[in-house]
Nanobody, 122 residues
């Protein structure tokens, strides 16, 4: 499985941004994670490829939306009402065997895209 993320940049607080991740290969769950400077990588959102069930970190629920386009093999992260604390390098991840109880654990994912920087200015 190969992943390629895109769509980062600089946005003002309160603004919106969409991240995209193209997936080659199959996956059971896709996830978005982020890593602020000098902090650990943290779970943002996940989606089950079959069925589309979605899961969110409390810090982004209601502001971020994860979605997928099966025909295009794409996963998206729509981010609204962005805050300076959302500033981080964002990564997409995938795994073929991950189970629901592990989707928030970055170590449970075998495949990662390159990161894309999101900077929210105040």
């Amino acid at each position: 499985v190969q992943l390629q993320a895109s769509g980062g940049g600089v946005v003002q607080a309160g603004g919106s941004m969409r991240l995209s991740c193209v997936v080659s290969g199959s996956a059971r769950y896709m996830g978005w994670f982020r890593q602020p400077l000098e902090k650990e990588r943290e779970f943002v959102a996940s989606i089950k490829w079959s069925g589309g069930s979605t899961y969110y970190a409390d810090s982004v629920r209601g502001r971020f939306t994860i979605s997928r386009d099966n025909a295009k093999n794409m996963v998206y992260l729509n981010m609204n009402s962005l805050k300076p604390e959302d500033t981080a390098v964002y990564y997409c991840a995938a795994d073929e065997r991950i189970i629901l109880s592990s989707i928030r654990n970055p170590q449970a994912y075998d495949y990662w895209g390159q990161g894309t920087q999101v900077t929210v200015s105040s």
